[in-house]
């Protein structure tokens, strides 16, 4: 299928976040620059965070839903009462792409949405992946596995961890003398490219699903 029909007028995004907000900037700038033809349209935090502040601090709606607030009358989490919520703030906001940036609680992605949810893995996918491998972990399970290239990857998101379709890598040397640190930073630096670039692709309707290949057309 294609993943999103041609658009006149930007793109709506929606951002989800957990963390400091960097991937956030890094549209915004791109938006900003008129490098990406798109508008943020709502930032939905899953914490009090970094990345909350940013978002108000540029004048962009942000909601804060917290993933521990939801609860069952037994005490137990409410998995799909947290994602009815945030979806209904997608909803409520006309957002055309959902882009997750360092987004850290689960939420069941709605029908609706299929096809319209991106995410930012820093590895090359599938390997490093799946559930706990976010952030310096991944970094770490890298040098330890003695690669000598990582990089990152964006991809369409389905209800399964880092398992989605695959739209844009790019890759980086590993080197003897890394650190977690200095790998993540220059990593972090392609995924400044990589996920605009994937944004763009959408905006233009130029993504087409088939299965687990994703086509540029």
Same mark, same amino acid.
């Given at each position: 299928m294609n993943a999103n029909a041609n658009k006149t007028k930007p793109i709506r995004l929606g951002v989800l976040l957990s963390g400091g907000g960097r991937t956030l900037e890094n549209i915004v700038e791109k938006i900003d620059a008129g490098e990406l033809d798109a508008q943020v349209a709502v930032v939905v935090a899953s914490r009090r965070c970094k990345g909350l502040d940013r978002a108000q601090e540029a004048n962009l709606k942000a909601k804060l839903v917290e993933y521990k607030s939801f609860k069952r009358p037994d005490g137990s989490p409410d998995a799909a009462g947290y994602s009815s919520a945030i979806a209904g703030y997608l909803d409520t906001a006309k957002v055309d792409l959902v882009c997750m940036a360092g987004f850290l609680s689960f939420w069941e992605i709605p029908p609706n949405y299929d096809g319209r949810v991106m995410n930012i893995h820093p590895a090359l996918l599938?390997?490093?992946? /799946? !559930?706990?491998?976010?952030?310096? !972990?991944?970094?770490? $399970? *890298?040098? $330890? $596995?003695?690669?000598?290239?990582? /990089?990152?990857?964006? !991809?369409?998101?389905?209800?399964?961890?880092?398992? /989605?379709?695959?739209? *844009?890598? @790019?890759? *980086?040397?590993?080197?003897?003398?890394?650190?977690?640190?200095?790998?993540?930073? @220059?990593?972090?630096?392609?995924?400044?490219?990589?996920?605009? @670039? $994937?944004? !763009?692709?959408?905006?233009? /309707? @130029?993504l087409e699903i088939d299965g687990r290949v994703v086509r540029v057309i």
């Open positions: 599938p390997s490093f992946g /799946g !559930h706990g491998m976010f952030g310096h !972990h991944v970094h770490e $399970a *890298v040098l $330890a $596995a003695g690669c000598k290239v990582s /990089g990152c990857t964006v !991809h369409f998101v389905t209800n399964e961890y880092d398992a /989605g379709p695959i739209i *844009v890598q @790019r890759t *980086v040397e590993v080197r003897y003398e890394d650190s977690p640190d200095t790998l993540a930073e @220059r990593i972090f630096e392609q995924e400044c490219i990589a996920y605009p @670039r $994937a944004i !763009h692709l959408f905006a233009e /309707g @130029r």
